[in-house]
């Protein structure tokens, strides 16, 4: 059964929604993680495809595939990842978007403006978690990868 679908999303590109409902706690999409690559491999992608890497621990990212790839950011999203898998943070009604926190997680050096619309919106989305600020970094402490805590100084 498939359990989402890729459309256009109201942000622009593309986005990934729900073709059915999840409870929380439901994996919403299993990653494709194939592609793997170290850091300086990376410089010899297309800027696309390095817009499109994640790191996943122990010098290794991988190359996001579709439709992972497609799930936007929000600020206040009702996924997170674990496991290089969308876990549903709360229920999702079939036909809502799937979201996700970029910063979750996050080692890389850039930002970009954030238009999610939500209450707490950030208005910039770091790539790297230890940017954000002490208040965010409490919140999603809980939701942070088991590597990130072993390998990265928070
Ligand atoms: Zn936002």
Avoid at 63 to 81: G, I
């Amino acid at each position: 059964m498939n359990c989402i679908t890729v459309k256009k999303s109201s942000k622009g590109g593309k986005g990934v929604f729900a073709a059915r409902d999840f409870k929380k706690g439901e994996v919403v999409l299993i990653w494709d993680i194939s592609h793997q690559l170290s850091r300086e491999q990376i410089k010899n992608l297309s800027q696309d495809d390095q817009n499109h890497t994640n790191y996943i621990g122990t010098d290794t990212y991988t190359l996001m595939q579709s439709p992972e790839k497609f799930v936007d950011h929000s600020c206040e999203p009702n996924t997170y990842v674990k496991n290089q898998q969308d876990i549903a943070l709360i229920d999702i009604e079939k036909g809502e978007e799937i979201t996700t926190d970029y910063s979750l997680n996050g080692i890389d050096d850039w930002e970009m403006q954030c238009n999610c619309g939500t209450q707490n919106c950030r208005k910039v989305i770091y790539g790297d978690f230890r940017k954000l600020d002490l208040k965010t970094k409490k919140r999603l402490y809980p939701y942070l990868e088991e590597w990130y805590k072993r390998e990265i100084k928070i």
